[in-house]
């Protein structure tokens, strides 16, 4: 009987600790936004005279990821990387990412500005 009142316990606790489906939506849209963050951030890597030496903040910036619409975003934040003659330089830059299917990122429309 003991058993039974622990299963049943455990069963309540884990449906009170369930997220909603509004939370759980949330969530997704937080992982996607990242998700485009970490695309952007590689491809705009590749653009770049100096790839290795590029220097992206650890996490996206307030304000650097703009949902434009489901599955599609518009990344602005900066990138520190070496130039031509090895300084240091930092860059703003923007790309519009899509997320046509789960396991593809498209990234486009690339500005790249030196400060």
């Not at 890597?45 to 590029?54: H, V, Y």
């Not at 990387?81 to 990412?97: I, K, P, Y």
Request: net charge negative.
């Amino acid at each position: 009987m003991g058993c039974l009142i622990l299963i049943a316990a455990a069963v309540l606790l884990f449906q009170c600790n369930k997220p909603s489906p509004a939370q759980e939506q949330a969530n997704k849209s937080k992982d996607d936004a990242l998700g485009a963050w970490i695309a952007a951030t590689d491809y705009i890597q590749t653009k770049l005279l100096s790839p290795g030496s590029a220097k992206f903040p650890m996490l996206p910036p307030d304000g650097a990821v703009e949902t434009l619409s489901d599955n599609r975003w518009r990344i602005h934040s900066y990138v520190d990387s070496q130039n031509t003659f090895g300084a240091l330089l930092r860059s703003n830059w923007s790309v519009e990412v899509t997320h046509p299917d789960p396991d593809h990122w498209v990234c486009s429309n690339p500005i790249i500005t030196p400060n």
